[in-house]
């Protein structure tokens, strides 16, 4: 991440605070060249959710794990490499990967699903009801 670091250092000296913040930039750009395993990120039925969806061929549900932790999404491929004879060529990968993606505080992951080679994790953005807009009587 040194490399990284000159990006934000003319920015440190007047934020306080932010540490973790700067940390989050430094690791998405030194992530953003991975592009195994394709994904999307879909606006759900409002703008308080999305759905990322990844696509995973050959994969099934044992051979991901999804964890969150620190805002942070990981999912990452646990198979075990197993020596196939009987395959002439692998044009599927099944190859280990770990992709993160960073949430806000105030967005919460309400599950995950795979089917049919897709694995499809649900977000919520929580507005608490104190800034939920609303009407305020005139007395």
Same mark, same amino acid.
């Given at each position: 991440?040194?490399?990284?670091?000159?990006?934000?250092?003319?920015?440190?000296?007047?934020?306080?605070?932010?540490?973790?913040?700067?940390?989050?930039?430094?690791?998405?750009?030194?992530? %953003? +060249?991975?592009?195994?395993?394709?994904?999307?990120? @879909? *606006? !759900?039925?409002?703008?308080?959710?999305? #759905?990322?969806?990844? &696509?995973?061929?050959?994969?099934?549900?044992?051979?991901?794990?999804?964890?969150?932790?620190?805002?942070?999404?990981?999912?990452?491929?646990?198979?075990?490499?197993?020596?196939?004879?009987?395959?002439?060529?692998?044009?599927?990968?099944?190859?280990?990967?770990? %992709? +993160?993606?960073?949430?806000?505080?105030?967005?919460? @992951? *309400? !599950?995950?699903?795979?089917?049919?080679? #897709?694995?499809?994790? &649900?977000?919520?953005?929580?507005?608490?009801?104190?800034?939920?807009?609303?009407?305020?009587?005139?007395?």
């Amino acid at each position: 991440m040194t490399r990284n670091l000159s990006i934000w250092n003319d920015l440190r000296p007047f934020t306080i605070g932010f540490d973790d913040l700067f940390n989050r930039f430094d690791h998405y750009v030194d992530n %953003r +060249s991975n592009s195994f395993p394709p994904y999307n990120i @879909v *606006k !759900g039925k409002d703008e308080l959710n999305w #759905m990322i969806e990844m &696509a995973l061929a050959g994969y099934n549900k044992k051979d991901i794990e999804v964890k969150y932790a620190d805002n942070t999404i990981t999912i990452k491929s646990t198979h075990k490499d197993e020596e196939d004879t009987d395959t002439i060529h692998r044009g599927i990968a099944k190859r280990h990967f770990t %992709r +993160s993606f960073t949430t806000a505080d105030d967005v919460e @992951v *309400k !599950g995950a699903e795979m089917k049919d080679g #897709m694995l499809s994790i &649900a977000l919520e953005k929580i507005v608490p009801e104190a800034k939920k807009p609303r009407t305020i009587d005139i007395a």
